[in-house]
């Protein structure tokens, strides 16, 4: 998650999630909404403008099986890529 957000908004999100959940109980929703806030308030979309943090977490974290990775190339007019 480091590696997709950064070390700017990952500081950034840990910092909104300690400020708004001190010394209370959380689970994984709370510190995932604290960090998808901080990636949306960077203005990235090296993602995809709809790109969505809680929705790669329920993808990645709570399904089992195989993860599958799939490339996506376009190619340029004269076929480069």
């Not at 709370?30 to 993808?59: I, P, Q």
Request: charge should be negative; include cysteine; glycine fraction near 8%.
């Amino acid at each position: 998650m480091y590696n997709i957000l950064g070390k700017d908004v990952m500081s950034k999100g840990l910092k909104i999630y300690f400020d708004k959940h001190q010394w209370k109980n959380t689970q994984l929703p709370d510190f995932v909404g604290a960090l998808e806030e901080a990636w949306k308030a960077s203005g990235n979309t090296s993602m995809g403008a709809e790109w969505s943090l809680t929705d790669w977490c329920d993808t990645w974290l709570k399904s089992s099986g195989i993860n599958i990775i799939e490339p996506v190339v376009d190619l340029n007019s004269d076929g480069s890529v």
